[in-house]
C-alpha cells in the first residue's frame, strides 16, 4: 500500500453548474504484485550519438483530452522525435484547453470535439502536458526526443531498448512522483483547480553494449525515493 494518496475533491462541470465529485491521484504507483515491477516508468538512453541512432519506431502520437483523462494512444507518456508533429483533439462535451510547460511553454483551446489540432515540437527534452481547463487531475508527459532509444516499462515492469548501437552510455530510469506540493483553487467554487506534484524521480546507471550481446539492466525504486515534500499550500 502507497501512503499519501487520497483521492481529491475537484469540480466538473455539467451543463453549467459545477458538481463536486472525487478523483484519484494520477500518478498513484502500479507495482505488480508477483514481480514488484513498477508500472509506467520511462527508460531511455543519455549520451547517445543521434547519428548512429536507427530510425524511429513509434508510430504517430495521438493526444486526447476527455472529462476525465489525458492520454497519448491510451497511456500517460509518449515520445515524438525532435521535429515531429502531435495531434491534439478532445473527446469532451466541453470546451478544453490544453497547456505545456518544460521543454516546451504553450496553451492553445479545444473548443470542439474531434476538431484536432497539430503542433510540431522542436527542443528535445520533456514537456509536461496537463488541462487548463480546471480539470488538475488530467496530466501526462511527452518526450521530445534526438534518437529512439525510450521506453516505458509494462504491467510487469519490465522495458526493452532494442537495437541499441554498441558503446558506453547511461541508462536513465525516471518515474514520476505521487507527492502533491501545490494546489490553487477555483474562487467560486472553492475546488482545487491545478495541482503541481513533487519533482519526478530517476536512477541513472552506466551501461556497457557490446556488439550482438543483450544487456540486462536493473534500476530499484523505495518509498525511500520518493521523499514527502512540505505540505501542500491551499
Known amino acids: ?32 504484485s508477483a514481480t514488484h515491477g513498477l508500472a509506467n516508468t520511462v527508460a531511455f538512453l543519455r549520451h547517445m550519438d543521434s547519428d548512429r541512432a536507427g530510425p524511429w519506431p513509434y508510430p504517430p502520437v495521438t493526444f486526447e483530452m476527455t472529462s476525465d483523462r489525458l492520454t497519448m494512444n491510451g497511456a500517460r507518456v509518449g515520445f ?53 481547463a480546471g480539470q488538475f487531475w488530467a496530466q ?22 532494442p537495437n541499441v548501437p554498441p558503446g558506453r552510455y ?30 519526478p524521480v530517476e536512477t541513472v546507471q552506466s551501461v556497457t553494449v557490446e556488439p550482438g550481446q543483450t544487456v540486462v539492466a536493473n534500476a530499484t525504486f523505495g518509498l525511500s525515493s520518493f521523499p514527502v515534500p512540505q505540505p501542500a499550500t491551499k
Open 170 to 199: 547511461e541508462l536513465v530510469v525516471w518515474h514520476r512522483s505521487w507527492w502533491p506540493v501545490r494546489q490553487e483553487r477555483d474562487p467560486d467554487t472553492g475546488m482545487v483547480a491545478r495541482m503541481t506534484f513533487a519533482d
Open 80 to 132: 515524438v522525435p525532435v521535429g515531429g508533429e502531435v495531434r491534439f483533439e478532445s473527446k469532451a462535451a466541453t470546451p478544453q484547453m490544453i497547456r505545456g510547460r518544460g521543454a516546451a511553454f504553450f496553451s492553445f483551446a479545444l473548443p470542439d470535439p474531434d476538431r484536432p489540432r497539430i503542433r510540431t515540437f522542436d527542443r528535445p527534452g520533456r514537456v509536461e502536458l496537463s488541462s487548463g
Open 1 to 32: 500500500m502507497i501512503p499519501g494518496i487520497p483521492p481529491y475533491r475537484a469540480a466538473k462541470g455539467v451543463g453549467g453548474i459545477p458538481v463536486s465529485h472525487d478523483v484519484p491521484n494520477p500518478f498513484i504507483p502500479r507495482v505488480d
Open 140 to 161: 501526462a508527459d511527452l518526450f521530445v526526443c534526438e534518437h529512439p532509444y525510450y521506453g516505458v516499462t509494462n504491467d510487469r515492469g519490465e522495458f526493452e531498448l
